[in-house]
């Protein structure tokens, strides 16, 4: 078998044992080391840890602020056009939702060709129709809608 054959068979291993277990594959074959066998050098970069399934505690006793995405729903408020006056409207439209809700995390950003307002992180739609509703009774937002969106886990 080729070194090339091995490694990727190895970080197959990784990506797939590293989701479910407690540790990946890379730290099982360091700890796994014993006097009759060789010794495995591995140089890598230390964001393939977070791209493998590095359990979180591992990454977070480093000191790093972990971010995990997962597909979910947002509520929209508001969608522009791509000039000044709808960057303006978003955020604007941004700091109102977060006066009213100021528990709800709001996202304004450019994803080409618009600008965009949306609030919150949920798992289901059900969980994004509650505070839709909650937005829509206050009465002072027009385009209210539950897109899907990558959302953050907490």
Not at 7 to 19: D, Y
Not at 106 to 127: A, K, N
Not at 142 to 152: C, G, Y
Request: with cysteine; net charge positive; glycine share 6%.
């Amino acid at each position: 078998m080729s070194l090339q054959k091995i490694l990727f068979f190895i970080s197959a291993l990784g990506i797939n044992s590293g989701l479910f277990a407690q540790e990946s594959i890379l730290d099982k074959l360091k700890d796994n080391a014993s006097p009759t066998s060789g010794t495995i050098t591995i140089h890598q970069d230390i964001r393939l840890d977070k791209l493998i399934g590095r359990p979180r505690s591992a990454q977070e006793s480093n000191g790093e602020q972990i971010v995990q995405k997962i597909s979910g729903f947002r509520v929209q408020v508001y969608a522009g056009n791509n000039s000044k006056q709808a960057r303006s409207e978003a955020y604007k439209i941004g700091t109102e939702v977060q006066e009213l809700f100021p528990e709800l995390q709001v996202y304004t950003q450019f994803i080409s060709p618009r600008w965009l307002c949306r609030v919150g992180d949920y798992r289901t739609i059900e969980e994004a129709d509650v505070v839709m509703r909650q937005l829509k009774a206050t009465g002072m937002f027009k385009e209210i809608s539950i897109v899907r969106s990558f959302i953050l886990l907490n």
